[in-house]
Nanobody
Framework: QLQLVESGGGLVQAGGSLTLSCAASGRAFRNYALAWFRQAPGKGLEFVAAMGWNGGQEYYADSVKGRFIISRDNAKNMVYLQMNRLKPEDTAVYYC??????????????????????WGQGTQVTVSS
């Protein structure tokens, strides 16, 4: 079992930066691939970024590539999403997620919602224009 708790959301002006954190509790955190998804009002879950269990694989949605950076600290059981040059269209609830199936993770480039076994409760990010 793995429990995930996000933090760091808030209100920021367009062009600003924000770093989200996700704390994991449970065993063998380092064995999980991790990802961030987001859900804007009235829309479905959207893939944002993902990282493999050893940090060797990174995947990003085209909409955030070059602006967002995913990272993990296995010693602290933490995953982060650094968000730069934020845009109003980045406004959403952001969720971190974890999965143990590395074959599926690699095959899907971490993008498939159904792959993920564990989810946090989400943190709201609002970008004002």
């Amino acid at each position: 079992q793995l429990q995930l708790v996000e933090s760091g959301g808030g209100l920021v002006q367009a062009g600003g930066s924000l770093t989200l954190s996700c704390a994991a509790s449970g065993r063998a955190f380092r064995n999980y691939a991790l990802a961030w998804f987001r859900q804007a009002p009235g829309k479905g879950l959207e893939f944002v970024a993902a990282m493999g269990w050893n940090g060797g694989q990174e995947y990003y949605a085209d909409s955030v590539k070059g602006r967002f950076i995913i990272s993990r600290d296995n010693a602290k059981n933490m995953v982060y999403l650094q968000m730069n040059r934020l845009k109003p269209e980045d406004t959403a609830v952001y969720y971190c997620a974890a999965e143990a199936d590395h074959v599926a993770f690699t095959r899907q480039s971490g993008r498939k919602v159904d792959e993920y076994d564990y989810w946090g409760q989400g943190t709201q990010v609002t970008v004002s224009s």
